[in-house]
């Protein structure tokens, strides 16, 4: 537990001190959602239509921007190496990992998220279930991005390869959370998507951290 | 008394055979200098024996128990410096080391992380972020890491590096004070380090040209579909 808590103190301290990475996150968020009225028009009703897809997707984009990140930094000054040679065990300091990925970029997004949904005319309704929906979806797309960020180390251009690896697997959250925000504008219970989005994230919070070890195991070689 | 040996070690890297049957032992005490060519495998090997690669046969044992039983005992009785120093650029010296020490569950961390910063001359420069620091001043940080907790095996590939004379006297007597515990070093340099009696490994001994291995595990066993491809392109070549 020690590890898990050095490692994710490190990461959050290593972020702080960056800065930059949650930061452009969020902008990117902003600008792409921003996008959306400029493309489809300012007609509020066809906005408010599209409001809960466009910010998932928008999320989904900004959320995988970062993800190039998580391990190259540690993988190239050779971090990466010893914290696979450390005694804890590399499943729980990728845990960290991912944790500190997620509280600088994805808990961003949840905060801008009700923001975005103002400005595309989102009705009320659907704030709560969004940033519920939210806060299930981001860590399952930090966990699921974190497989991908390990893969393609020591590939050139790999951030371009993370996003085809990991944006497939986004769908499902995609799908269930904009699912969920449909549900709560149309006044029924959206507790089956929220059900199944919680579902993803303990499947991936189980399995992904062994994924993401293999892969970076493999990547040592 | 800890003794630490591989036996019959072959070392495959990509298509490439970097030796092959090689075998040594060392016990607490010990040094053993890697030497060979570029190549020949020194970083491979050391790299082995940390366990961040598996060898293609062969096995490592510690005290007569193979190495990858329990990865977790080896990793935390052995220290791998390797070429990179692993420091962040814009956290201090002394956070730089504190989550090595927190990995190992140190006791008393900072009084470990002073005692290994005097040791290395660098307690000066406790507070200074990574991007400040010289070459060999990341290098001397990269070798406090390897004081702070206990252990028992150290695996030095190439610590000389962008250190000043003076540094490399400093170095071989750490390693010397480490003998002493009873610490086993395994090391490779192209300097010259004081090191007492080392005893030396040299890897040119054991590089196989591949064709003659392809050979060799084909009298031993039936060829395999892998085998077969590879050894159609060593054909090729």
Known sequence: MTGFLAILQRDLRLALRQGADSVMVVAFFIVTTTLFPFGVGPEVNILARIASGVIWVSALLAAMLSLERVFQADYEDGSLELLTLSPVSLELLILGKVLAHWLTTGLPLIIAAPLMAVMLNMDQDGFAILMIAMLLGTPALSLIGAIGAALILGARRGGVLVSLLVLPLYIPVLIFGAGAVEAALLGISATAQLQIMAAILLLTLAAAPFATAHAVRQAME | ?237
């Open chain 2, 1 to 237: 008394m800890a003794d630490f040996s591989g036996s019959d070690l072959t070392c495959l890297r990509g298509e490439r055979l970097v030796f092959g049957g090689l075998s040594f032992a060392a016990k607490s005490g010990d040094a053993v200098m890697l030497r060979g060519r570029n190549g020949a495998g020194k970083s491979s090997l050391l790299r082995l024996m940390a366990g961040l690669l598996a060898p293609r046969s062969g096995v490592l044992c510690w005290n007569g128990e193979n190495i990858n039983d329990d990865r977790t005992a080896h990793y935390a009785r052995s220290q791998y410096l390797g070429h990179q120093d692993a420091i962040k650029p814009v956290l201090t010296v002394r956070d730089n080391l504190r989550l090595w020490g927190q990995l190992r569950g140190v006791r008393n961390l900072d009084a470990a992380i002073d005692e290994a910063l005097v040791a290395l001359q660098i307690h000066h420069l406790s507070r200074v972020t990574g991007r400040y620091l010289s070459s060999g001043q990341k290098r001397r940080t990269a070798l406090a890491r390897i004081l702070i907790g206990q252990s028992d095996l150290w695996l030095l590939d190439e610590p000389t590096v962008g250190l000043d004379r003076e540094s490399c006297a400093e170095l071989a007597q750490l390693i010397a004070e480490f003998r002493a515990r009873g610490g086993i070093v395994i090391y490779s340099t192209h300097v010259d380090l004081d090191v007492k009696n080392p005893t030396i490994l040299d890897l040119d001994d054991f590089a196989i040209p591949m064709v003659e291995w392809l050979a060799e595990q084909d009298d031993l066993e039936d060829m395999t579909p892998a085998k077969g491809a590879l050894s159609s392109q060593e054909a090729a070549q």
